[in-house]
């Protein structure tokens, strides 16, 4: 029944243990930060800080992202993302043109040595992404994920700041 008694019913029932223990976002941030931190040691072993790791996964498979898009996924602050991006264009790893609809806008885009370092990069997360949900089977897993794109769907990010970057 989805009167809203469940989830009344889970509250009053928790309530000898800790909030936490019941609290979604609390829930989320856990295990994000637990399977995250496994790979980003990989990450880390090849020579990428983790925001240059988000950069990279954010932009495989992608024509290019504004600035402000790109600090939203790559969960990062505008400041910050420039920043990165700047070192990484140095790296040789990304590369920003002006956005074809709007000179204005600046696209950030993988170069061939960036896509050859996210090719491989993804590769392996999906490797620990599968080892991760492999406990939970194929069908709870596919279900896990989509619900988690329906959540996001549901709270979409406020739209980037100063998107010129």
Known sequence: MTDGTTTENQIS???SSPFVD?????LLAQASSRISREFHR???ASGLSVTE???IASLAGSDGESIGTLAQLALTKQPTLSKVVQ???AE???E???ARRDRRQTLVRLTRKGRELADSLCARALRHQQAVLEPFGHDNAALLIGMLKDLIALHPPAPPLGDGG
């Open 13 to 15: 029932t928790h309530a």
């Open 87 to 89: 070192r990484m264009e």
């Open 92 to 94: 040789g790893l990304v």
């Open 42 to 44: 990989e990450v880390e």
């Open 53 to 55: 790791w988000r950069v």
């Open 22 to 26: 019941g609290y979604l976002a609390y």
């Open 96 to 98: 920003r043109n002006g």
